[in-house]
């Protein structure tokens, strides 16, 4: 069972993930953590542990899939969650395998969301829609317009973006 960050690392560790994986899971976190500490600033109410923990497994089924690492494809998804469930781990955590890559077919939390913004940011790319869907929610909790929350969310979001090449290059030991 996974309770927190650690635990999560420790089960990537257990199940023969590369180092290149834990990086990647590590340089998303960063990002993740830049998104939390500006929720927590405006109340967002955001479980940050379920962030946190998911971001170190998302990709857990690239350990089945390894060419997934470096190329494009979905088949790590499907296959990670499973593997998570497998080891007893909680359907709504092992759940982020799919959302994370699937964010605009599902119905998303805000956690999930959160997951696939910094999956995405953390190497300096930017999708509007899905950051809009954030956006939204986030307006929507603080009961405040989009247009309201958009430009610090924006400036955030584009802070994150702009560190992606420094994010890259420390993925592949550069």
Do not use: Y
């Amino acid at each position: 069972m996974l309770h927190s960050q650690t635990d999560a690392f420790e089960l990537l560790k257990t199940m023969g993930a590369p180092g290149h994986l834990i990086t990647h899971a590590k340089l998303v976190g960063e990002a993740a953590n830049a998104l939390l500490t500006t929720f927590e600033k405006l109340n967002v109410p955001v479980d940050s542990e379920f962030v946190q923990t998911a971001v170190v497994i998302h990709d857990i089924g690239k350990i089945v899939h390894p060419q997934e690492m470096s190329t494009p494809g979905s088949n790590h998804e499907p296959q990670g969650e499973k593997m998570l469930l497998d080891q007893g781990v909680s359907p709504k955590l092992a759940r982020c395998c799919l959302s994370h890559g699937r964010w605009h077919k599902m119905e998303c939390s805000l956690e999930e969301l959160t997951l696939a913004l910094a999956d995405t940011l953390w190497k300096g790319k930017r999708i509007d829609a899905l950051e809009l869907k954030v956006i939204d929610l986030i307006a929507g909790h603080l009961h405040k317009d989009r247009w309201d929350v958009f430009p610090q969310l924006d400036s955030l979001f584009e802070r994150i973006a702009n560190e992606g090449d420094s994010r890259l290059r420390r993925s592949i030991g550069g």
